[in-house]
């Protein structure tokens, strides 16, 4: 299917009255290392302006401070504190691991433990880094079905071993039915597979062609799973939205900053809400 | 009785020509510590937003600079820094102690010193995990009738053996009662207690069901309690402005941060201020 | 003489065409221990937006990240960096010491050591914790004419040995003129004397009574002179815009940020520039 | 030639739809020592919102907090990692090296690597302190056909020998042709030299005589040579957009604080862009 506004209307409900802050779910973010601190900061914006619940952002000590200035609203833990990690991840109704995340052997260590610590009652969304250190090591997904990966096309070669000229809807979602996860597949026309499901992103612009906006959009991804009905409809719905937003902003801007599309969704998910 | 704009008007008054900012009240907020430093900006964020005359942010020294970016209006202390901490507790008008305190040994060991230094010209608002912390030791309030309580309604069960299925308004007052503080309930629909008068909150939305809330809500009666009369008609008229901010903001936000909501404060005052 | 927008009018004059920022002033601003960093902060961001040409400023090590998300248009220094921060200063046209320098021992000796360096060529304003070591250790001015004094009420009868009651303008003059250094005495009612002059600010309003205002005004004062004629018709002007902003803001803010002023003052001066 | 909005309609191209971020270039900008960080951070703004692809920020560690604030649309390195700087300078289209880089010796030994390091196929940008070390050292240019200098005028006489007032465009142009690389003459009108043509920017005003506008326009320019043909048409766009964004923003600002000319660059982009 084409993604459109019906779907947002669809996916994006109203919130029900007799709810608190755990009805919208509790979300893990992991990642940010030394040197790429700003891409979990900004998936960090995205989930939070997406409506989670409650977010714990697991990075490196060194991005606690601007993630604080940017987030008063996200708890922290320190990437070395493993008891403090565990705990978080274990309450988590989803876990985003990989933007910032880096390809060292403790970033890996962090994503084994995480493939290791998954329950079925919990969703992961695998992005960045963490889709190399998946391509390199042939991890196994415990859940496959509630996993979601969102490759950029050369991340998709390099896990599904489909060179970028290869990638039909054939060979995708032929690789998509073997790995059973959720794939969302990022170019210019983002796409998005899952068994006989194909949803088609027609939205969004070379305006976006920019750093950090695919940080974004895992982090939409994950806030979306974490408050509407976790499947593929609700994952096409967070990367059409992101997408939207973005083509919005690109009227008027020649190049679409990640942090501008984050500031924007609260307003634009109101917009689509439906009774 | 239940809560609405007339309240406001008649607690948020004109001031005085002939002031200066500590006629606007000497205000110390404790709390943040390693991981939940965002949860103490937030309440400062309200506080100084609401009008405190001056304000000292007691907390963990890795949330200075995130504070101060947040806010250079703002002193802070080091809570390990013993000396400045009580200097500063003993010169405030109304102190703050809970949001993001955490419930380590040396969480109590600050809420211990609070309640020990107390004096019956302080007054005192207990949060978060102070609640969690006074559950658990049953320390007792030296002085409960300048003592404000803002418990949701798990941390309210812990508080005061009522299951949340149980806490109808005479369980509450007869408890409330006894405890002797004002006592906020907070859910979906608050409640304030206070002897026989209880507040009864229609406004607030789910769009405000997300981490921080609670925080700012904080915030904003430790401001209330500073310049306006201290008593639960000044604290009923925080949690009122809290939840009408937040209601205005929902008409075009699907979530409401609640950085949002202090930002808006000083204009929302000057609406009610009354001549 | 009573301030009114006409003195801003002379005072706030067009920038000469062929011109680069050492034009506009070199600035040093001091100030800012552990505990009060936002102090400083505040004055710079005055300072910036009043459009001194660079700007330095010397202050505690643990400042300087925050000092930087406010303004990447200042330089810093480490206050312990002696060599590098008189390097600075004798570099500086005007110094401002003061916001949130502190009492101790190690901030008396900043202040001597300004004391001791500033030449003939350079201008001194005096704020804050500055005037309370002043007023201790009765340290004597190198050149009192080239110098500003901004104390409030108690901070001036600290300094002067007049009890606020028995601050008229007869005694303060009389104090001025034996100090002989431009002397901004700050309260609901800001009067400015200088010799035979006296200078009344009929603006600012309750809504501006809260930490942080007048570490704004001493920036703004600096600014000014680092760009204007250096003497108290412009001191009197930096007055008076501060105010003048404040009240605009207070039409619709319960209470002004001292922030707030700052981010306004550019279009301010645009307002009142002359040809 | 006189710069005009012709040229930029020429330069800022529409973005071809099949794009993403490596299509937009690959910059490192290195500067920012300890005192002044906040010039590498106003040139990463300038890059950032000029659109470039990929933006990696070489830069002493006291930085990466603050600059992560502000964009976290940002890589970082801390320039004592010798391995992880050379493997994005590597990687690199175009690399800006100077503002706040100081004058150490550190910082010459990072000049004298960049220029070590460089290959044909990038383009490197000298700007602030870098000139200064090359003016002291008279390093060779390895690829002075690929290189931008952006000297003020008390830089260029530095460089080129040659005292402001015997700056003709005759004595410009002949140094420039010795020195082969594009030379941009910053002054109240910036010229800019390459080979036999002249380009004359009449736009800019006194109100941008502010710390940190050069260290902005470097940014722009840099940003600009990563997507646009990397030429002097191209370079005397991005100085012409830097002036033309600055006059707009002096109609209302009596000074125009660079960070607000680096938020305005997106809109004033997709103002320009062409079809």
Redesign the interface.
């Known amino acids: 299917m084409i993604l459109d506004e019906q779907l947002l209307r669809e996916v994006?409900t109203k919130?029900?009255?007799?709810?608190?802050?755990s009805?919208?779910g509790r979300v893990v973010l992991i990642g940010g290392n030394?040197?790429?601190?700003?891409?979990i900061?900004?998936s960090a914006?995205a989930t939070?302006?997406?409506?989670?619940?409650?977010?714990t952002v697991i990075t490196d000590e060194?991005?606690?401070?601007?993630l604080?200035?940017?987030?008063?609203?996200?708890?922290?833990?320190?990437w070395c504190d493993q008891a403090?990690c565990l705990t978080a991840i274990q309450q988590a109704d989803v876990v985003l691991i990989g933007p910032g995340l880096g390809t060292s052997a403790f970033s890996l260590g962090l994503l084994q433990t995480i493939l290791e610590v998954q329950t079925k009652h919990q969703w992961l969304v695998i992005d960045g880094s963490a889709l190399t250190l998946l391509a390199e090591t042939k991890l196994s997904l415990p859940y496959p079905e509630h996993t979601v990966l969102t490759p950029?096309q050369m991340e998709w070669q390099r896990l599904s071993g489909i060179s970028i000229a290869a990638q039909t809807d054939h060979s995708n979602q032929e690789k998509q039915n073997e790995l059973g996860a959720i794939t969302v597949v990022k170019?210019?026309q983002t796409t998005i597979y899952n068994k006989e499901n194909i949803y088609y992103n027609q939205a969004g612009?070379?305006?976006m062609?920019?750093?950090?906006?695919g940080d974004t959009l895992a982090g939409m991804i994950t806030a979306f799973l974490a408050q509407f009905p976790k499947n593929d409809h609700t994952v096409a719905a967070a990367v059409y939205l992101h997408s939207l937003i973005g083509d919005h902003l690109?009227?008027?801007?020649?190049?679409?900053?990640?942090?501008l599309i984050s500031q924007a969704?609260?307003?634009w998910?109101?917009h689509f809400?439906t009774e």
């Open positions: 994006i919130r029900p009255s007799h709810s608190h802050k009805t919208f030394q040197q790429y601190g700003g891409a900061i900004m914006l939070v302006n997406s409506g989670a619940g409650l977010t060194k991005n606690h401070a601007p604080h200035v940017h987030l008063p609203e996200v708890m922290v833990a320190d403090t950029h170019s210019h612009s070379a305006a062609a920019t750093g950090g906006t690109a009227q008027t801007h020649y190049v679409v900053l990640p942090t969704i609260p307003q998910m109101a809400c």
